[in-house]
């Protein structure tokens, strides 16, 4: 099964994430198939960016978004309109 979910690459007590296209059986950090954007929490203002597109592309092929990453789209698609 192939998830969107979050890979962290921040240090210690800042966190950054990637959002990614994965294979649900890799770990968190590990192998992945695309790179679809970015989320930093410790930003107020601008904290994702997404290609929306390559998102929806990934979900009609079947592919599960994370609970997080849901709610990131749903934001985006937000703020675009």
Not at 36 to 51: A, H, R
Not at 62 to 71: E, F
Request: glycine letters at 4%; hydrophobic letters at 35%.
């Amino acid at each position: 099964m192939v998830k969107i979910r979050l890979r962290r690459v921040g240090c210690h007590k800042r966190p950054f994430y990637r959002i990614v296209v994965a294979d649900s059986r890799s770990p968190r950090d590990g192998k992945f198939i695309e790179f679809l954007g970015t989320y930093n929490p410790i930003l107020e203002n601008e904290k994702s960016k997404i290609d929306i597109e390559k998102a929806q592309k990934w979900i009609a092929n079947g592919a599960q978004p994370t609970q997080i990453v849901k709610s990131i789209i749903k934001n985006c698609l937000q703020q675009k309109v």
